[in-house]
């Protein structure tokens, strides 16, 4: 499995859910490949921002390997599921979409969690206190979609 996790500035919710699945992937003993990147170019090359690294380490994950990237058409080809975190980072993924295939590879993360129902992580980038709700809302998608794939 080849898994990556799409938000808007891959420096506030996809950082945390590469960083969450990395480390249930590895204390599993998968040989899964887990990336991140986000649909916009802001912050192209910077660090998860202090708030997510705060909150990945107080859940004893280091997530300051991680430098933010954009997400581009080529994604389709490397990996098998690309995880939205947001409605709006869904259809801008979308968007980009060559064909059925690549369509097909499209989900929302929380469906994994809450199946059909389209939540979206919100975004805590304006929002201080919003770190650990994403958290533990990541935290819970990861593991559904861990069980979902090794059953
Ligand atoms: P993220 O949060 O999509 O979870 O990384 C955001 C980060 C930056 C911005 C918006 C959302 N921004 O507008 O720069």
């Not at 919100?122 to 533990?136: E, S």
Request: charged share 30%; with cysteine; net charge negative.
């Amino acid at each position: 499995m080849r898994i990556l996790m799409v938000c808007l500035g891959n420096i506030c919710r996809s950082p945390m859910a590469e960083g969450i699945l990395k480390t249930k992937v590895e204390e599993k003993g998968l040989d899964w490949l887990v990336d991140s990147a986000g649909t916009g170019s802001w912050h192209i090359g910077e660090l998860p921002d202090p708030r997510s690294i705060a909150e990945a380490n107080r859940n004893g994950i280091d997530i300051t390997d991680q430098r933010a990237r954009q997400f581009g058409r080529s994604d389709f080809d490397k990996f098998d599921l690309i995880l939205a975190m947001d409605h709006s980072n869904y259809q801008d993924i979308l968007r980009l979409a060559a064909n059925g295939e690549h369509k097909e590879k499209v989900a929302m993360i929380m469906n994994f969690a809450n199946p059909g129902k389209n939540i979206s992580v919100p975004d805590p980038y304006w929002d201080d206190d919003g770190f650990n709700q994403v958290f533990q809302m990541l935290e819970e998608a990861c593991e559904r979609l861990i069980e979902k794939h090794i059953k």
